[in-house]
C-alpha cells in the first residue's frame, strides 16, 4: 500500500520552498495568498503552524483538544526565514510521524475527534499542495503537485469525493478552489478523517478506500494482520467499497471496518455495512474473522459494537444480518450480540418468507 507517512511530508514541503525560494525577492505582503485576507506570507506562516501543530497533537498524545500552543515569528523576519520556518516544521512532523505507533490516535476536530499517524501526515502534506498553489498564484508562478500524491490524499481524507481523470483539479475543486465539469462548486469542505469505533478489547477501525485498494490487490491495507492475512470476505467487502468510491456513492460511516486487538494492534477481522440504512431505517452488517483469530468472541463484540453503534443513529431503526442454516458458528455469534431470527428458513424455489431473505437463508434483526 502506498503510505501517507515522514518521506512525503518532506518531499511535498522540499518541492514547495523549492518553487517559492525563486520569489522571495517579491514582495509577499501585497499580494494574494489564499483567504480572504491572506497575503503569501501570512499563508506561509500558517502553513508553518498547521505543521507544528499537527506534530505537537502527535508527539504530546492530545486526546481532548489541540495542544495550546503556535509560532510567533521574531520581528523582522524575511520571506527566505519564513521558508526556513516552515522546512522545520515539516522535519518535525515528519519525525513525529516516523517515530508514532500506529495505534496511536490524537485529537484532530473533523470529523470523529480523532487521527492517526498517517490522518496527520496527509492532512499537513494537502495543507501543503493547497496553499503553496495559493501561494504560487498570488506570485504568479506555476504550480502542480504529482498527480499520484494528489490521489492518495483524495483517497484517505476524501472518500465521499468521486475521484476524477485529474487529482490535482479534483482536489482543488474539492477544497473550494476550482471548478469541474459536471460538479458543482464547493463552498465549504472539512477533512474526513477514518471513523474509529471502541469496543472492550478491540477497535473498529474504518478503511479508506485507499486501504480498500490496497486489500483488493491482495495487500495488507496497512494493518498487521493475525495469520497473515485477512479472510476472503473482507477482501471483498473492500471490492465493493472501491467500486462504491469510484462511482461516487460511497457513504464513509456506512463502510468496512477492520477489527484490530488493543493488546497488540493486530488486526483479526473485518466487519462492515451493506449499505446506508434503507428507506425503513434498516441497515445490514456482515463480518469475518481470520481463521488463527477464531473462537475468542471477538466476532460477538465487534457485531455488538457496530449495532450499537448504527442504532445510536437517528436515520437507523433496525440493524439485520444473514446467514446461512448450516453455518451454526455465525449463528452463536448473532445471537449472542443479542440479535432475534425474524424469518424462518424457505426451501428453494420457494416463496421467500417474512423479511425477504433468499432461499437457504436465516435473517436475524435487533432494534433498539
Known sequence: MRTLGGEQVEEAVADAVALLRTATDRDWEAAPGGGPQWSPRYTAEHVAGVLLAYA?????????????????????????????????????????????????????????????????????????????????????????????????????????????????????????????????????????????????????????PAAAADLVAGGDGGFAWVGGGPFQGTRDAAEMLLKAYETGVHRPVWGVFVLVRREDGRAVGGIGFHGAPDEEGRVEIGYDLVEAARGNGYATEGLRALSAWALARETVTAVRATTEPHNTASQAVIARAGFVRIAAEHSEGGAGGEGGEGAGQFTYELRG
Not at 116 to 134: K, N, P, Q, S, W
Open 56 to 208: 505537537g497533537q502527535l508527539a504530546g498524545r492530545a486526546t481532548e483538544a489541540w495542544v495550546p500552543f503556535e509560532i510567533t515569528l521574531d520581528e523582522g523576519t524575511g520571506n527566505e526565514d519564513v521558508l526556513q520556518v516552515v522546512e522545520t516544521a515539516g522535519a518535525l512532523l515528519a519525525a513525529t510521524v516516523r517515530t508514532t505507533p500506529r495505534e496511536v490516535r490524537a485529537f484532530h476536530p473533523y470529523p470523529f475527534r480523532s487521527a492517526d499517524r498517517e490522518g496527520f501526515a496527509a492532512m499537513g502534506i494537502t495543507e501543503v499542495f493547497l496553499h503553496t498553489y495559493d501561494i504560487a498564484e498570488g506570485l504568479g508562478l506555476g504550480y502542480e503537485p504529482p498527480a499520484e500524491r494528489c490521489a492518495d490524499l483524495l483517497a484517505r481524507l476524501f472518500p465521499h469525493v468521486r475521484p476524477g481523470a485529474d487529482p490535482w483539479r479534483t482536489l482543488l475543486w474539492a477544497t473550494g478552489r476550482g471548478d469541474l465539469p459536471g460538479r458543482a462548486p464547493v463552498t465549504e469542505w472539512r477533512w474526513r478523517n477514518n471513523l474509529v469505533i471502541p469496543a472492550e478489547r478491540l477497535t473498529l477501525q474504518g478503511v479508506t
